[in-house]
Each structure stands twice: as C-alpha cells, then as structure tokens.
C-alpha cells in the first residue's frame, strides 16, 4: 500500500494534477480550498468530481464533489498541512499538495486530472442507472470500479441476487468468510464477516456510509446487524493493503499480525 500511495501522491508533478493558477492566499493562512476541476487534455471542467481533503497522515478530513462547472469547496475544521485527492468518473485519482492550511482564509486553485482507460468487463455494464446517478458518483464508488481493484456488489446485482440476509450476499465471495458467534447476545443474529487476506481470517475495518465502525463493534456484531440486506445499496472489498484506495488505507484492523487486514465498504439507501 505504501509503494502505491507513493506512487499516486508521486503524479502530482504538473503534467497529471493540479496546476496552481492563480492561488490567492489570505494573508498568512487558509483553511478553505476552493477550485476547479479540469481535464488535462482539454481543460474543461469536470462535474461531479469527488475531491478529498486528507492530512498528510492519510486520514480523510472532508469531501466535496464538483458541480456543472467542475467549482468544488472543501474546509478543515481546524489548520494543518493537508492533501487533496481528486477523481471522476473515466479519471485517474491523483493526489495534490502539500497545502498549510490556517484558520480564517481562503485559497484558490486548478486542479487537473487526467483520463483513465476505461475496464471492459461486465461490472461497469452492471452499474448501469442508479450508479451513474447521484450517490454512487458522489460517494466515489463508481470511481473505486474504475480503478479495477477490488470486488464490488452494485446495486443490478443485489437486485439480481437470490441472498435472503445480508451474510447470503457475502457468502460464496474469494477470500470472504462468515464466523457465527458461539453463544452470546449476537449468537442469534447471524454472523460476522471476516477477509482471508493476511494468510489467515482476520477482521476487516468496515465502513458504512463512509463512517469507520470500530473494530470491537464489527468484529462481534453480525454483518446482518450492522446493515440489513434491505437497506443495502452497494459493497466494496478491499482483501489486500495495496488494494485499499487512498481514503481508507491509513486504518488498523483487528489482525492478530497487527497489520491491516483490509476493508469493506457499505453503502445503504437510507443515507
């Protein structure tokens, strides 16, 4: 995972990532960033871009997505030396900064992305209409599938699925495990889910609606308990440190070899 954030963070050389045109910065400090994002090629604006403000630990601080006119907004609540990750659908992720960022002001900037081939495969035809709608576009998933890592459950194919629980939807996936608690107020509930990624089954971080469950909740509680099949949209699995994108890979997991076990993403239609 470090060698690809290193190379991700590494494109922010001007050919692929932000252009800093024009930044005007309050005097001293700034913690607001307003710009635009732009094509490469073309330099026309891109809209509904997902853009990341994230501290140079990795940890994401806030998002904004980019209207018609590729404009996008983004503040931290509190100062700090911060990079933006910025990506659309059919665009590379690429990382920009580093900025410092004070309270009480406000800076500027072009933030330009470059376009990515484009996977061939059934998933993107699977997505289809309530992906390329709204949330899906706005929450980054549909990026995360263009990236080509990872596995994905889209909306068509829960539709599509003959799984009568949440643990049905995970079960039967490469490197997905379901464990049924022995006894206990959960043992009733079902099971919980855990990702065969380190050599043994560990339990992953798991996010749900782009909140971070901790660890002590989600290694007991039953998958169909933190998020009913009736109210799930869309899942992302990420079973491999370098698979995990950038704005969920600075999490620890419960894997007793102490690194990251991986990452699971839930969205639901009650967001």
Avoid at 12 to 41: C, K, N, R, S, Y
Avoid at 56 to 85: H, I, K
Avoid at 150 to 159: A, K, R
Avoid at 185 to 213: K, M
């Amino acid at each position: 995972m470090k060698h690809g954030r290193e190379a991700a963070f590494g494109t922010w050389l001007f050919t692929a990532v932000v252009l800093m045109v024009g930044i005007t910065v309050a005097p001293a400090h700034a913690q607001t960033i307003d710009g635009t994002l732009m094509e490469v090629e073309t330099g026309q604006p891109i809209s509904l871009g997902l853009v990341i403000m994230m501290t140079e630990a990795g940890d994401s601080v806030t998002s904004g997505v980019t209207n018609g006119q590729g404009r996008f907004s983004v503040t931290a609540p509190e100062g700090g030396s911060f990079v933006l990750v910025a990506s659309a659908f059919g665009f590379k992720e690429t990382a920009a900064g580093v900025f410092e960022l004070g309270p009480d002001g406000e800076m500027d900037v072009e933030f330009r992305i470059a376009a990515a081939p484009m996977p061939i495969d059934g998933l993107l035809v699977s997505l289809q209409r309530p992906a390329l709608q709204h949330q899906l576009v706005k929450n980054g998933f549909v990026r995360r599938v263009t990236r080509g890592l990872g596995q994905f459950i889209t909306p068509i194919m829960i539709e599509e699925s003959p799984a009568r629980s949440s643990e049905d939807l995970f079960r039967g996936i490469p490197g997905v495990g379901l464990v049924y608690p022995q006894g206990g107020i959960n043992s009733f509930q079902g099971a919980t889910v855990r990702l065969f990624g380190t050599g043994q089954y560990c339990t992953p971080t798991i996010y749900l609606d782009g909140t971070r469950l901790s660890v002590e909740m989600t290694a007991s509680l039953p998958v169909e308990v933190i998020a009913p099949l009736a109210t799930i949209d869309a899942v992302e699995i990420y079973r491999r440190p370098a698979e995990i994108p950038v704005e969920y890979g600075m999490t620890q997991s419960g894997s007793s070899q102490g690194g990251n076990c991986g990452v699971i993403v839930v969205w639901t239609k009650t967001r």
